[in-house]
């Protein structure tokens, strides 16, 4: 079957549409990808990318066809509009030139924010008569809103207005999160168009690689609490820092962020500004094939976002990642995402912004045993084989979209 993924964040970005693609292909898939150029999370160019080359790249056997974009710049409004928005502009324009007579059976959409990544791909839709897929990893408008500082005023009503059209245009949609049900649900779309389809861990993490890397930083002496992936606003970074300060007389426990994001500049500020050097670090963000590497060394797994309405429905996609590693969670969310945590029983959950008792799981896990931090993560570890398994996963979306192909009129 020939398949379209349209994603405006691809490889060499570090997204879990990467793993898919390629999941895709070994199972006789042709796949082709059109995509942006890469410039998250640092938000410039990767090195040999520009505004709009190269235009077309193939990378494990996968054809990558590349569209011009505003690079979103870094706490920059303005610019990160401009990324949102250039990137179903230039695919609404382009997207005839760029595929140059290329034939599928499927287009899949690949929806992290922002929600206008599936305009493109419902007018090639329209013009070639396919069915469309929609993976939501991302509620719009709701999560725009939570992660930052665009208020709701005048742009809820036409935003809710172009989600209800790209749902409405969609022949199935997958939701990351079963409780993106009910805000998918409201936009008119039956049940019989909505699947569950939740995140799981790559390969790598599963063969818990303790590799000895050379050339990467070792974690200070101590419980490593650890931190990994986007340093952003919806991060609640700020809880984790209070909860660092007021554990900042036990020098054992240890706070290690791996990653960048907007508000990585913030968090280096802050460590300096309450003299906290020696109990958070920030050691830069590396590839995601070094992650097993730190993980294997940490204590325990750090998942947060802040408290949000829009947060409470989303299981981020590292708290699988966490559990498939074997590691004892501490989950700092709301929600679904402390579900999961409690019924894993993998480790301790904490209501997003509660610095207090965040601080106090912290200090008790600190004190637990190797053998009870072992028992949560061994308890992780089954719970994501009987949830979020990949080759189960996968072996079903691919039931699904043959299904989705076969039935489409």
Not at 131 to 154: G, I, Q, Y
Not at 179 to 191: D, E, L, Q
Not at 267 to 287: A, C, H, T, V
Not at 337 to 361: A, I, P, T
């Amino acid at each position: 079957m020939h398949i379209l993924v349209v994603s405006q964040y691809f490889w060499p970005e570090n997204f879990k549409i990467n793993d898919l693609t390629l999941e895709l292909k070994s199972k006789g898939y042709d796949v082709t990808v059109l995509t942006g150029q890469p410039n998250y999370p640092e938000g410039k160019f990767f090195k040999g990318y520009s505004f709009s080359k190269p235009s077309y790249e193939n990378w494990n056997g996968i054809d990558i066809i590349r569209l011009p974009i505003i690079a979103r710049g870094m706490g920059n409004t303005i610019r990160l509009i401009l990324n949102y928005l250039s990137f179903p502009f230039f695919g609404r324009i382009l997207w005839r030139k760029r595929l140059k007579g290329k034939t599928f059976d499927l287009i899949f959409v690949c929806q992290l924010s922002p929600v206008f990544v599936a305009l493109p791909a419902i007018s090639i839709k329209k013009h070639l008569k396919l069915p469309l897929a929609m993976w939501v990893l991302d509620l719009w408008p709701e999560s725009l809103f939570a992660a930052s500082n665009v208020k709701p005023f005048l742009l809820e009503k036409p935003l809710k207005a172009i989600v209800k059209h790209i749902y409405q245009s969609c022949d199935l949609i997958l939701m990351s999160s079963q409780s993106f049900w009910k805000s998918i649900s409201s936009f008119g779309i039956p049940s019989d168009r909505i699947e569950y389809f939740p995140n799981w861990a790559e390969n790598i993490f599963l063969n818990n690689n303790d590799e000895d890397y050379k050339d990467l930083p070792r974690f200070p002496d101590g419980f490593i609490i650890l931190f990994a992936g986007n340093i952003g606003e919806a991060q609640d970074i700020e809880t984790i820092i209070e909860a660092a300060e007021k554990l900042q007389g036990n020098k054992n426990i240890k706070w290690i962020f791996l990653g960048d994001g907007r508000k990585r500049a913030w968090l280096q500020n802050e460590i300096k500004i309450r003299d906290m050097s020696g109990q958070i670090f920030w050691l830069g963000r590396y590839p995601s094939n070094t992650m097993p590497y730190f993980f294997s060394h940490a204590s325990v797994m750090l998942a947060s976002l802040k408290k949000n309405a829009a947060f409470e429905l989303t299981v981020p996609a590292k708290l699988q990642t966490y559990m498939a590693s074997r590691k004892p969670v501490i989950s700092l969310l709301s929600g679904e995402g402390n579900k999961v945590v409690r019924n894993s029983k993998c480790g301790f959950d904490v209501l997003s912004g509660d610095s207090e008792l965040l601080s106090k799981v912290a200090l008790k896990m600190s004190e637990m045993s190797k053998n009870e931090l072992d028992d949560m993560a061994n308890n992780g570890y089954r719970y994501y084989l009987e949830n979020f398994d990949k080759d189960m996963l996968l072996n079903k979306l691919d039931s699904t979209l043959v299904n989705l192909v076969d039935n489409f009129n």
